[in-house]
């Protein structure tokens, strides 16, 4: 893998025949540079004694949740922590109903509602149980909260049915985990925005917004993360800095303005992530404004548009906007995609009472012509790298397809 952290992967070993296969599942990870670490369910023990899977990781397996030498030290947290996915392979049918359910009553589904790592389950199943109206109402409800599926394949099952239900084999799930998304920006050079900006009505004062900057920052380190070359402009936050290739620092949306442009010709993905203010005052005041009059008209001028100018670049980067709006949510940002010829548009609803500015979770659904993504409420973190995989995944498509 292209980062210099191994990404952690905890595999999660649930109660059915396909256990076997997820033997040779821990080692194909570790082949694409993944380490990975192993969580059985009581019922997964049947299938495969926990020192089959301690011998191809390496590590320890933890199989109870009870465990009093593991949790002395809260064992279940610093491995809900520690993990960057957790993969369930094979994930059963009653597994899925109780992760769907939110019901934590093992070691495995605890750590499941315990972890901000990206949740990604392989089922295995008869293929009447698959096909169950509760199956897949479980299966849309954990969609619908970020889970990614993969599989089932069809095929001859072990009961000796046919049809869908089959675990896909290890070297697929280690294929669709490992990345599509790393292997597609590998290299890619993205500059990115990401922040407020500060527009100065005098010595002391500004114009600002509420803006953070914690989403594009977590959207920097993902894809930075994925092997893409970042470049960071960003306007005042209290954040620390993500590990990206260059960050620069600017205050006004004029200085973001020069040091996108400046930079844009070169890039391969252009993401608009900042609140860059629309307008700026005409004339600031060089001495602080005294209040001695009763009201204060400050003219104001408009900013220079950067997402615009840079997805009218010939030729130019495949370009990413955001939209930030507390009404008509959709209908804006289709509007801003089409008007200003962007490739993707990430759009969330601010100034109610989840997600937006200043908070740690959020939600997006994501636009380009002709398709469209829910991005589920989940925190910031989770929620770039979910974008991050999407962004790759459109970037990919659009060069097979000029290609």
Known sequence: MSHQQAERVLLGVGGGIAAYKSVDL???????????????????????????????????????????????????????RWADRLLIAPATADLMARLAAGIADDLLTTLALATEAELVLAPAMNQVMWRHAATQANLERLRLRGARILGPGEGEQ?????????????????????????????GVRILMTAGPTREPVDPVRFL??????????????????????????????????????ELVRVESALEMHAAVMGRAPQCDIFIGAAAVADYRPVDPAVRKIKKDAGELTIQLVRNPDILAEVAALRPGPFTVGFAAETDRVIDYARGKLEKKGLDLIAANQVGGERGGFEREDNALTVLWDGGARELPMMSKTRLARELAALIAERYGDRHAASA
């Open 26 to 80: 821990v080692r194909r990870l570790k082949e694409r540079g993944f380490e990975v670490r192993v969580v059985m369910t009581q019922a997964a023990t049947g299938f495969v004694a926990p020192l089959t899977f301690q011998a191809v990781s390496g590590h320890p397996v933890r199989t109870s949740l009870l465990d009093p030498a593991a949790e002395a030290g809260m064992g279940h947290i610093e491995l809900a």
């Open 158 to 186: 072990a009961c000796g049915d046919l049809g869908p239900g089959r675990m896909l084999e290890p070297v697929e799930i280690a294929a669709a985990l490992g990345g599509r998304a790393e292997a597609l920006l590998d």
């Open 208 to 245: 600002g917004n509420r803006s953070s900057g914690r989403m594009g920052y977590a959207l920097a380190e993902a894809l930075a993360t994925l092997g893409a070359k970042v470049a960071l402009v960003t306007g005042p936050t209290a954040l620390p800095s993500p590990p990206v290739a």
